[in-house]
Nanobody
Framework: VQLQASGGGLVQAGGSLRLSCAASGRTFSAYAMGWFRQAPGKERDFVAAITWSGSRVYYRDSVRGRFTISRDNDKNTVYLQMNSLKPEDTAVYYC???????????????WGQGTLVTVSS
């Protein structure tokens, strides 16, 4: 599976962005998908995850209610809708796929290249 993340950019606080992650390969629908982020000088943190069917989702506390993860298995794409963005959301965002619905990066074995989100105050 190869993953290509896109949709990052510069936005003012309170604004919105939608990230997309397009996957190649015929087994996309068999994998759980996750979004992670890494701010400068910090570790890569879990943001959101979704099961292969889309029936379950999970978010880190600081984005719950503002971010929405979804997927379209017909298009081999997972999305992260980000609303009410805050300066502390500034980071490189990565999508990842793996066999289990999890929050730890080690559970994901395929990673996209990352897309930069910058939120100005």
């Amino acid at each position: 599976v190869q993953l290509q993340a896109s949709g990052g950019g510069l936005v003012q606080a309170g604004g919105s962005l939608r990230l997309s992650c397009a996957a190649s390969g015929r087994t996309f629908s068999a994998y759980a998908m996750g979004w992670f982020r890494q701010a400068p000088g910090k570790e890569r943190d879990f943001v959101a995850a979704i099961t292969w069917s889309g029936s379950r989702v999970y978010y880190r506390d600081s984005v719950r209610g503002r971010f929405t993860i979804s997927r379209d298995n017909d298009k081999n794409t997972v999305y992260l809708q980000m609303n009410s963005l805050k300066p502390e959301d500034t980071a490189v965002y990565y999508c990842a796929s793996g066999p289990t619905f999890a929050t730890a990066p080690l559970n994901y074995n395929y990673w996209g290249q990352g897309t930069l989100v910058t939120v100005s105050s």
